[in-house]
């Protein structure tokens, strides 16, 4: 039987994880976790809700360089946020196809990296970004890259008795702009095919974020800037990143497929971020 619990401190929520002897979850918005104990690949047998801590981090917090989340910021809540769409637009983007309106309004964007699958929507853009996670255990904060954070599928470097307590994205420069794109088989609560989001610097610089063609989300960032008017030099690049991708066949598409459809939609990502204004820093 499953033991539910509500904290009313993070503390306690993180002495709850650690009592649990490597059996306990978070849980939040619960769309993937309880889906997940519904159907028994995952057996905790405590279920930590974290909602009931009066000191959790705010939401969304701006601060003079940074945008923090918290555990309980919704994509509903991000797509919402107007300053965010402006700095962020590859991830608002994908905030908007995360499953259906009623998923987004509790899914978290906390505990879509959490949940650490390759295909998570907004991974490649908070990759784009410069991400870093903070955790909180036993032992106190700790601070990771979201680059070193994913581990493997379904799996992340925080510990069974720890949380992550908060994700921070640097606000981007003047002129850095962005795009994403995604394939899945049908519209909806489908897992990503594949998905691209792409920065374009004001140098002409072009990093990618990709999910769905590796076991964790990936990153290639370029070395050098180009002209991105000029069509086959953004080609030349693109296949130079992409190359990054080491994509599987699966029950949602082939390796040939998805390594051709990676192609595409990352030129349709940088296409994206050209044809948006630049942040404002």
């Known amino acids: 039987m499953v033991q539910y619990c509500r904290p009313t401190t993070v503390g306690d929520a993180v002495q709850v994880l650690a009592d649990a002897d490597g059996a306990g979850r978070v849980l939040v918005g619960g769309t993937d976790l309880l889906v997940g104990v519904r159907r028994r690949p995952l057996a905790p047998l405590v279920l930590v809700d974290l909602k009931a801590a009066n000191d959790l981090p705010p939401p969304i917090e701006v601060a003079d360089t940074s945008v923090r989340f918290g555990p309980t910021a919704t994509m509903a809540s991000l797509a919402a946020d107007a300053r965010l769409g402006a700095w962020y637009p590859a991830l608002i983007a994908a905030s908007r196809v995360v499953g259906s309106i009623a998923i987004r309004n509790r899914a978290t964007l906390i505990g879509n990296i959490c949940n650490a699958s390759p295909a998570a929507d907004t991974a490649p853009a908070l990759l784009l970004y410069g991400a870093t996670v903070t955790i909180v255990g036993p032992g106190g904060e700790r601070r990771v890259?979201?680059?070193?954070?994913?581990?493997?599928?379904?799996?992340?470097?925080?510990?069974?008795?720890?949380?992550?307590?908060?994700?921070?994205?640097?606000?981007?420069?003047?002129?850095?702009?962005?795009?994403?794109?995604?394939?899945?088989?049908?519209?909806?609560?489908?897992?990503?095919?594949?998905?691209?989001a792409a920065a374009v610097s004001a140098d002409g610089r072009i990093d990618l974020g990709l999910g769905a063609v590796g076991p964790t989300p990936l990153l290639a960032r370029s070395t050098a800037a180009i002209d991105t008017t000029d069509r086959g030099a953004v080609e030349r690049r693109v296949d130079e990143l992409i190359a990054v991708a080491t994509p599987i066949s699966d029950v949602r598409a082939g390796r040939d497929y998805r390594l051709a459809m990676t192609r595409v939609l990352s030129l349709r990502a940088i296409d994206d971020a050209l044809t948006t204004e630049g942040a404002d820093g």
């Open 145 to 196: 890259d979201l680059a070193d954070f994913f581990q493997g599928p379904g799996t992340t470097t925080c510990g069974p008795d720890e949380l992550v307590l908060r994700l921070e994205l640097p606000i981007p420069p003047p002129g850095h702009r962005s795009g994403f794109q995604r394939l899945t088989r049908r519209r909806g609560v489908d897992l990503a095919t594949v998905s691209a």
